[in-house]
């Protein structure tokens, strides 16, 4: 398709679906007239995919996430259909910006960090890599919610709202929705039961086309919403109460109306169980619909059909199934759980206790009666099992979620090598032992086409100059950069690559923050969601204490930085928070001081989100992954970041440990304490105040914060930030402190060759090409899935 093509196609669609003719058409008409044209570029591969599968009657792989960080969404499918300099003329003729079109778009923001963006490059690779797959989630109302800083620098919280224009992407399906009951009560038929649930919504299917690599093949995002079954009370209305008219579907909608805004603990308990059974029921009950209308015998469902649980939020994934095979389909108790296992997997996203979901059985029994009872049954037939175990389902008065899911699944995967293996050594230690083989590791990956190719076109543009095109989808050819590193002339236009894409940045950050940077310094950067282990609060310390150095030796020669902080805190953790608020106060202390304005400047800009690390990455010089050693399961940023020519500072923890081997020592900042000396550090309950002891810069940032430096003389702001480092430290901040400030000072020395600099970033993009998460999509079809691609 031409340009001309495509233009014909944006006219039509402003003609008859917008309802306006060009001189009146708004941004959004324009916005929308190119999504539709676009969309209808991937509905040719999306049929034929769908009837290659059916006709092949292949197995297919079935993705359960309760979030999809998918951004925005015109941009990937216009790059992916190969039409990007098509649209931009097009859009251009047609008197608009192509890329203020593009920038309409709201991004959306259905996950809250790496969990949910992992779900999204899945969804990219498997189309790329032609899997027959369906993404199942929550069509929510609201997204992740927006943040912004009050005046005093406090994180602020509203309301998403994506969902307020319409969704140019999305497929509503009415004809395919399910009753979803919860409550209610169970009574026994033989060797089945009925359950008769009390309450019950309407979940309704809305398809998104995701298109893979060069539109050879297109999988479906297929998510739910929730509606009342009956809409509207007519007879509570025409006696003129109009809330009680309206209560059903309110009621209903709730369920699908926010993301919760947490990632690593429960909240509003009751609400959030229904949401995940909602998602799950509606998915299973697609799944059988769809292997029904082909096969007749449920015992040939693993053979057709893998369900992905991406961590634990679908595991009543299991039983359900369980009691759809029994209790529907008269199958035997334990062909069926036996039957219901050869189809599920497992994925952990994380160790952190307080994430690993734990309902409490009354809850369980209440929402879920005859679940629970698949529950005791599944757990009773583990322990008849394996007499000597030790673990149990349900423990306490609380069914483990984990535990279910990993006794449930017939994979359990990790998602680095270090995080698998404390999967098995810690939390799954005894089921590991019970079922040795049962935890595979598939460390995970990122899209090349988003985070590469579309985020950072000048880079794209070098390395198909210099290794040919085709590197797209075959990322491991990165590789073959490597001779071309030791020529200045690439480096010098590697380099002249990193400073343009530094003066955009700039620009925007003048622009959008009123604050002028320096492009030519070092531009360190450290953006994730933010969470005590992730240690935001360690990098502002170094921050504090970089500061008084250099306004104690003003002309050592400093190597000029911009510290750029970017991401979200759930909003009821307290800590978090106070992070923030103290990065903004830091920010606004620091910025004011004319001796060090220009060497050292602090930026946090508001509502980090998919795009906006789309922009931060490409321009970045420094990756800060910087958690407690043993805690951040893997991290994706962080193999952007190298992907885009970033060095990384960084413990060994996650998948940097795969990061530093791969682009070797030299070329990687290492600093802090090992996982296991973590652990032993643990034991001495006072490491902290001897650290803080053994360290002046340290002892005195601290003194800064606690005297008030930050919060106009307020001496108590930040107590509770402070005691908490001074006393417990769990997170080890202070321990790591000195470590940390001796490698920033090596990061210093390394930019004073900037050539070299050039050197080490280029070898880290050309040896991280492992990172693509189609290898780690081809590695889950090979030992979780054991499905072959399509293509
Ligand atoms: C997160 C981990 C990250 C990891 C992503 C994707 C959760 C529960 N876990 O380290 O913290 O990269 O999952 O696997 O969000």
């Known amino acids: 398709m031409d340009s001309t093509e495509l233009r014909q196609s944006i006219l039509k669609h402003l003609e008859f679906s917008m309802g306006k003719d060009l001189v009146h058409a708004s941004l959004y008409d324009m916005r929308m007239a190119l999504t539709l044209a676009v969309r209808d570029r991937v509905i040719e591969p999306w049929f034929r995919a769908t009837r290659a599968t059916y006709a092949a009657q292949s197995k297919r792989v079935y993705y359960l996430s309760m979030e999809f960080l998918i951004g925005r969404l015109l941009e990937d499918a216009i790059m992916n259909v190969g039409l990007t300099e ?142 009342a079954l009956t809409a509207f009370d007519l007879a509570a209305f025409n006696k003129g109460d109009f809330t009680a008219a309206a209560a059903p579907e309110a009621l209903a909608r709730t369920i699908s109306r926010v993301l919760y805004p947490d990632d690593t603990t429960e909240q509003g308990k009751e609400l959030r169980l229904k949401q995940e059974f909602f998602f799950t029921a509606a998915s299973i009950r697609d799944i059988l619909r769809r292997f029904n209308a082909e096969h007749s015998d449920l015992s040939g469902l693993p053979s057709r059909v893998a369900i992905q649980m991406n961590d634990t939020h679908p595991a009543i994934a299991g039983p359900e199934l369980v009691r759809a095979l029994v209790d529907e389909s008269g199958m035997e108790f334990d062909t069926a759980v036996e039957t219901a296992r050869a189809c599920l997997g497992y994925t952990n996203h994380t160790l952190m206790p307080e994430a690993l979901e734990r309902w409490p059985e009354e809850l369980m029994s209440r929402v879920l009666p005859r679940h629970m009872q698949i529950i005791e049954r599944i757990d009773e037939s583990h322990a008849k099992a394996h007499p000597k175990r030790n673990v149990s389902i349900v423990e306490n008065g609380e069914v483990k979620m984990g535990e279910l899911s990993f006794i449930m699944a017939n994979k359990v995967n990790g998602v680095s090598a270090l995080h698998t293996e404390l999967v098995k050594d810690t939390v799954f230690a005894e089921l590991n032992a019970l079922h040795p083989g049962r935890i595979v590791n598939e460390t995970n990956g990122v899209t090349p086409r988003r985070w590469i190719k579309g985020a950072n076109p000048r880079l794209s543009s070098l390395i198909t100059d210099t290794i040919g095109a085709g590197w797209e989808d075959r990322l491991e050819r990165l590789v073959e950069l490597e001779p071309a590193i030791a020529d200045k002339g690439f480096r010098n236009q590697f380099a002249e690559i990193k400073a343009r894409n530094k003066r955009d940045l700039a620009d925007w950050i003048e622009r959008d923050m009123g604050i002028a940077v320096n492009p030519a310094a070092m531009f360190d950067v450290q953006i994730k969601r933010f969470h005590e282990y992730k240690r935001q609060h360690l990098n502002i310390l170094e921050t504090i204490a970089l500061w008084q150095e250099i306004r104690a030796n003003p002309g050592a020669g400093w190597a000029p930085r911009v510290k750029i902080f970017g991401g979200k805190a759930a909003p009821g953790y307290v800590m978090a928070k106070e992070i923030i608020h103290l990065i903004n106060n830091v920010a606004r202390v620091i910025n004011a001081d004319t001796t060090t304005r220009d060497v050292l400047t602090v930026v946090y800009p508001p509502n980090y989100n998919v795009t906006m690390a789309e922009r931060l990455i490409p321009a970045s010089d420094l990756s800060e992954q910087i958690s407690t050693a043993g805690k951040e399961a893997s991290g994706t940023g962080n193999m952007k970041f190298s992907l885009n020519g970033a060095l990384t500072i960084g413990t060994l923890d996650g998948a940097n440990v795969e990061i530093r081997d791969l682009v070797g020592p030299e070329n990687f900042f290492l600093f802090g304490m090992t996982a296991s000396e973590v652990v032993e550090c643990r034991k001495t309950p006072d490491h902290a105040a001897r650290a803080i002891k053994a360290s002046n810069r340290l002892g005195a940032a601290i003194e800064m914060i606690e005297a008030g430096a930050f919060s106009n003389g307020d001496t108590e702001m930040y107590h509770g930030l402070t005691q908490n480092l001074r006393g417990h430290d769990y997170f080890t901040v202070c321990a790591d402190f000195d470590s940390y400030w001796d490698a920033q000072r090596r990061v210093d020395a390394a930019w004073g060759d900037q050539d070299n600099w050039t050197r080490m970033a280029a070898i880290n993009t050309a040896r991280t090409g492992w990172f693509s998460s189609d290898r780690t999509i081809q590695g889950y079809m090979a030992d979780v899935w054991k499905i072959t691609p399509m293509i």
Request: hydrophobic share 40%; glycine share 14%; aromatic share 12%.
């Open 86 to 227: 098509a649209a931009h003329e097009a859009v251009a003729g047609l008197g608009f910006d192509f890329e203020t079109v593009l920038a309409d778009e709201p991004d959306a923001a259905l996950g809250n960090g790496g969990l949910g963006r992992l779900a999204a490059c899945f969804l990219d690779s498997m189309s790329t890599l032609g899997c027959p797959a369906y993404g199942y989630g929550i069509r929510y109302e609201h997204g992740l919610f927006r943040q912004s800083f009050a005046q005093d620098g406090r994180q602020v919280e509203t309301a998403e709202d994506w969902l307020r224009q319409a969704h140019g992407w999305e497929f509503e399906r009415p004809e395919a929705s399910f009753r979803i009951g919860f409550g209610g009560s169970v009574a026994e038929n033989g060797r089945t039961a009925i359950w008769t649930p009390e309450d019950a919504v309407l979940a309704k299917a809305y398809d998104t086309p995701i298109v893979g690599w060069q539109g050879k093949w297109a999988n479906t995002l297929r998510l739910w919403g929730a509606e």
